[in-house]
């Protein structure tokens, strides 16, 4: 398993931005997907953005889609969610997290039970 720490997280009002990183420790593979996920309270933890590693490729949800960015810095070893345009239902904690599998995909990145290293989260709280 990889170790993950978050940083950014914090309060910011509707239609400001705010900046999440995530240091990981441990060998990451090609293939493997780094994700951020996010949960309310009372609600199922639910895939914001992934990124293949080792490639190009990105997802969102549609939900983020057009308002938040991830990216990643091979060097660091970070992943980065650019959020802008928030709005008080992004409030939640938040998670990085890597896949266990190699499959990193459309079909796969959404899916909490794929990923089996996860940081502790950061709270991002959006008030209007």
């Known amino acids: 398993q990889v170790q993950l720490v978050e940083s950014g997280g914090g309060s910011v009002q509707a239609g400001g931005s705010l900046r999440l990183s995530c240091a990981a420790s441990?060998?990451?593979?090609?293939?493997?997907?780094m994700g951020w996920f996010r949960q309310a309270p009372g609600m199922e933890r639910e895939g914001v953005a992934a990124?293949?590693?080792?490639?190009?490729?990105?997802y969102y949800s549609d939900s983020v889609k057009g308002r938040f960015a991830i990216s990643r810095d091979n060097a660091k070893y970070t992943v980065s969610l650019q959020m802008n345009s928030l709005k008080p239902d992004d409030t939640a904690m938040y998670y990085c997290?890597?896949?266990?599998?190699?499959?990193?995909?459309?079909?796969?990145?959404?899916?909490?039970?794929?990923?089996?290293?996860w940081g502790q989260g950061t709270q991002v709280t959006v008030s209007s």
């Open positions: 990124l293949y590693y080792g490639g190009f490729s990105t």
């Open positions: 441990g060998y990451l593979y090609s293939g493997n997907c």
């Open positions: 997290a890597v896949s266990r599998g190699r499959n990193c995909g459309r079909s796969t990145w959404y899916r909490a039970p794929e990923y089996n290293s």
